[in-house]
């Protein structure tokens, strides 16, 4: 299990709105991160659709957080752009199905997946930006 390129990217983002607390453009951002400004207007984007991030158009404009640091969690960070975040493909929806599935019969790895994917997403959500 890996953390892709673009969370950890989004992290960093996000993590640098939290500190500096100011409007940023997102050339400054890019920067700022060591994100390309093309993959630093992607994952901006992502973001804002998620309502962690807003943007501001105009001469004046740029990015901030919507929220405080504090109401943001590396968990929602992650998702908002890797979508749910799961171990294995057999846990998470999709279109994959499991032959086990399709045979009626049981995985014994399938809970274990999914209590160990629980306890990553409920670490994660508890990690907040103003710490």
Known sequence: MH????ADYAVRIVN?????RVRMDAKSLSAATGVTLRFSLKI?????A??????????????????PPEEISLGQVIESVEGPITISRCVGAGEFQCTRVRERSECRFNRTYAEIAQMVRDRLYAVHFEE
């Open 44 to 48: 901006l984007r992502k973001l804002v």
């Open 50 to 67: 998620e309502g962690i991030v807003r943007s501001y158009k105009g001469t004046q404009g740029g990015y901030e957080l919507a929220k």
């Open 3 to 6: 953390i892709t390129l673009e």
């Open 16 to 20: 640098c709105l939290a500190q500096n």
